[in-house]
């Protein structure tokens, strides 16, 4: 199970930038370590972020092996009203992942 974690102001103003900040909580393996008895530790990473606002699709990524473990990442968003953001995320393993907080706007 992936963990993640998003962070919102407490309050938005209607038409000004904000800054949604997401954690998720996931090893990024490279598919290059070795464990102690020299057996190559298989690849796991994050491949996909979503981020959704009212649903309406406002940011997504697609990650990679360049990433560091414990993904975070942070972009600036635009709204028009309230709404629940919500994140989701998939692993190359198949494993998925949400998140969500209400979106408080004046």
């Given at each position: 199970?992936?963990?993640?974690?998003?962070?919102?102001?407490?309050?938005?103003?209607?038409?000004e930038?904000?800054?949604?900040?997401?954690?998720?909580?996931?090893?990024?393996?490279?598919?290059?370590?070795?464990?102690?008895?020299?057996?190559?530790?298989?690849?796991?990473?994050?491949?996909?972020?979503?981020?959704?606002?009212?649903?309406?699709?406002?940011?997504?990524?697609?990650?990679?092996?360049?990433?560091?473990?414990?993904?975070?990442?942070?972009?600036?968003?635009?709204?028009?009203?309230?709404?629940?953001?919500?994140?989701?995320?998939?692993?190359?393993?198949?494993?998925?992942?949400?998140?969500s907080?209400?979106?408080?706007?004046?």
């Amino acid at each position: 199970m992936m963990l993640g974690r998003v962070q919102v102001p407490t309050t938005v103003r209607k038409g000004e930038p904000f800054e949604v900040r997401i954690l998720v909580q996931h090893p990024m393996e490279t598919g290059y370590r070795r464990d102690l008895n020299g057996q190559a530790i298989p690849m796991n990473v994050v491949d996909k972020l979503a981020c959704r606002i009212g649903g309406r699709e406002v940011f997504s990524a697609e990650l990679g092996s360049g990433m560091a473990a414990n993904p975070y990442i942070a972009f600036y968003v635009v709204v028009d009203g309230p709404g629940t953001v919500e994140v989701e995320w998939s692993d190359d393993r198949g494993e998925r992942g949400t998140v969500s907080t209400p979106l408080n706007v004046t």
